[in-house]
Structures are given as C-alpha cells and as structure tokens.
C-alpha cells in the first residue's frame, strides 16, 4: 500500500498517526497478543517441568531396574538374602546419589540405611517399612526377580530437588522466546493497524476537505482488498460529486443565458410601449407575445428535465405494448407534422412488443421524438417510425429525410442545454432530446441518434422486453430434439 506524502502527512497525529479506530484495533491487536503469549508461555513452562520430571524418573527407574538386577545376581551367588553380598548394589545406588533400602519377600529389610551391618555383612534392621527409609526426596523402586519367582524388592531414595536441574535452564529458554513472541507480535500489530487504518484516515480527511469546500480533494490511496476499493469509490465518488456541481453551474449559466434574450426582447418592447415610442401594432404585440411564448417555452422544457432526470422515483411500471404506443403517439403529434409539412408512415411490427414501462412515461418521450422531427425537418420531408424487436429489446425508430445532423455534434445532442447548428436555426431550447435520454435510461434503456449530413437521421429507442427469457427458453424447448417412448 502507498500513500502520496500528503496523504501521509494527513494521516499523521498525536498518536503516531492513529486515529481513534487505530487506537482500538492496536489496544485490540495487543490483547490477542499478550492472551496468546501468556498461554503459551504457560503451556511451554508445564510442559518442560513435566517433560524434565519425567524424564528424571525414567531415569531413576532405571537406575532401580540396575540394583534390582545387581541384588538378583548376589542373591542367586548365595543362595539366599542371609548370605547375600549386597555391596554391589549399594555401590550402583550410591553412583546415582540414592540411598537403597532392600527387602525379602515377606517385607522384612535385608539392607538399610542407618550404615551398621550385622554377622552376614548386611545393614541393620533400618527404619520404619517400604517408602519410609531415610531421605526425603524422590524415589523409585524394582521387584528383585530370580528364576520368574519375586523374592524381594529394592528402594532408592534420591536427594531432594535432583529432579529440577534442567528446569532453570528451560524456564530461561521459554522465557527468552515469550518476550521475543510478544515483541515480534506488538511490532506486526503495529503495522497491521497503519495499514489498515491510513487509508481510513485519509479517505476521511479527504472527506472533511471536501465538506469545506475543496472539489479536488482526493485520496489517492493504493490500498489492498476492499480498502482500495472503498479509497477508489470516494474517489469515484468525488469525481461525480465534481462534475455535477460543475453541471449545476453551466446549468444556471444555461438558463440564465436562455431566459435572459427573450425577458430582455420582452422588458424593451414594453418599455417601448409603456413611454409611447411604439405604437401597440397588432404586429408588434404579436411580437411581444411570440417572445413570451418562447419564455414559456424553455419554461416547461426545464420543467419537463426537472421531471425527467427524477423518473426513476416516480414511474408506474406495468405491461405496456410499445407498439400502441408509438401509434398514440404518432397519433397525438400527426397534426404537429403535418403543420410542419412533413409526410407521416408508421410500420408496426405485427406482433405485440410487451416491455415493462410507465406508459405516460415513454409517450412522453416518443412526443419529443416526434416534436423534434417537426422542428428540425423542411416542408416536403418524410417521417418513418417503425417498431421491430429483438430477442432481448423492443425498438421503435424515427427516421427522417431532413437535412441531418453533422458528425460532430452527434455524440452531444442528447446532451441537456446543448444545441447544435440546427437547434440554433430555429430556436430550440435544447432540453428536448436530454428529456428523451432521462426517461428512456430510466426504463433502463438507450436512445441513440445515426445521421449523415443531408442524408437524414433516425433515432432508436431501445427497451427490453418482458419475458424475454422465456421466450428464449420455449425457442430452445421447440429446438430441442423430442424423446418418444
């Protein structure tokens, strides 16, 4: 992930550049960390004094396993306990720093460990049963086995605190790697929390920026995952945000622009009257009245975009056949051609074209198609709507055989207050076809417009179909071959 030096400057504050989120999420972070280093270092701690425990009395059972092997081999040499040597046993006892104990059979002590031996060179009579020789430490003892038969048994106690020896050095160990984990794990956490929290930071001073005023504030942030995504979405975001306020500015410049020839030619022509330097001709009132029909005019166009760009909140959808739609309308706006001058065919298509749509909606939107066509055309000039369909769209075209559009101004007529060469010829507000674009997209359409100069133009309006998937779906059912039993 980068970020610009601004950006990172932006992030930046008293908390080594974490915000009230960073704050959370590393306090968060730590907690994991410290709870995981704790339990394990706990875990490792029993575990090597219970691995070391063990191990020791492996050890000293082992060593038992020996004597008991060493007093075995006496006692068979003797032929009993009473002449049995037992000094070897002592000895292999005393290397491994224990004390022996050894009794018969019956329980009775043949060696012991108060150091006086009796007429058959074995210790006295000891102290106490099994388990209770002298010495307190830890202890571990072996049947004394001879021949499969078990004759007695031996005891070694070993000193106090022989079987902790490693546990120092283990400890240390553990020790050293808790405070290594913990380190390692705060400083991951640390840099996790820059992470995850600059881009958030700087998407939310770029917000701030923008709230006070500055359009181009952006965050800039190349963030991984969904963090670059919601950095790249503000960033979309305050482009649009930019360009719309943009759009609302040339719009009032637009409007200001429109209004303010007709309201002017309106305010000196009754100035005239009012101070007698014009006489109230039947021409010159006609005048005045054409200039407030024009003003009223691009009135009820601005009004009809106002609608237009907020169709989507207000449109009653229902099944409506585009194609009785266009006959309406061809209809309604039949007198407005031929006033114009223009010859009128429609061709509809022979089967209904049913797409999901506000009726009032789309006969607004071919009236304007229509208008257009009257306003743009000459005296003598065709008009053609035609309806046809598609697997997946309903089209209705209105072609024409006026003077065209030129190639340059094609990508903007749809475009609201734009006008182009012929627009301006005759005065056209142009908020007509922006109309037409608004409603069509709302129904999740497109209008397109195809002209060459002098060779006419044809706008397609395109909507998709109602059930157009089912239709497909039965095509392909009749395609398919037929299994017969």
Known sequence: ???????????????????PLGRRLFAAFAVVALASVALLTAAALVGADRGISSAHQADRQRTASRVAAVAADAYRSAGGWSAADLSAARSVAAGAGAVLTVRNADGEMMSGDDGAE???????????????????GPGASAPVVVNGHTIGSVYLVFPAGSGSAGLPIAWGWVAAAAAGALALALGVSWFVTRRLTAPVVRVAATARAL????????????????????AHAFDAMADDVG???????????????ELRTPLASLQAGLEELRDGYAAPSAQRLASLHDQALRLGRIIDDLGELAEAESARLSLHLAEVDLTALAVAAVAEREAELRTAGLTVRIVPDPAPLLVRADADRLHQALGNLLSNTARHCRPGDSVTVTTSATPAEALVEVADTGPGIPGDELPHVFERLWRGSRARAVGGSGIGLAVVKELVTAHGGTVTADSEPGGGTRMTLRLPRTGARHEGARREARAAPQVTS
């Open 118 to 136: 009796d007429d058959h060179g074995m210790s006295g009579s000891g102290r106490g049963r099994h388990g209770q020789s002298a010495g307190s």
């Open 243 to 257: 360009h719309a306020e943009q759009a609302r500015h040339r719009l009032a410049a637009d409007v200001a622009h």
């Open 211 to 230: 709230a006070a005023g500055d359009r181009t504030a952006r965050a800039r942030v190349d963030a991984p995952g969904e963090l670059g995504d919601l």
């Open 1 to 19: 992930m980068t970020l610009e030096p601004h950006s990172q400057r932006a992030g930046e504050g008293p908390s080594g550049g974490l915000g």
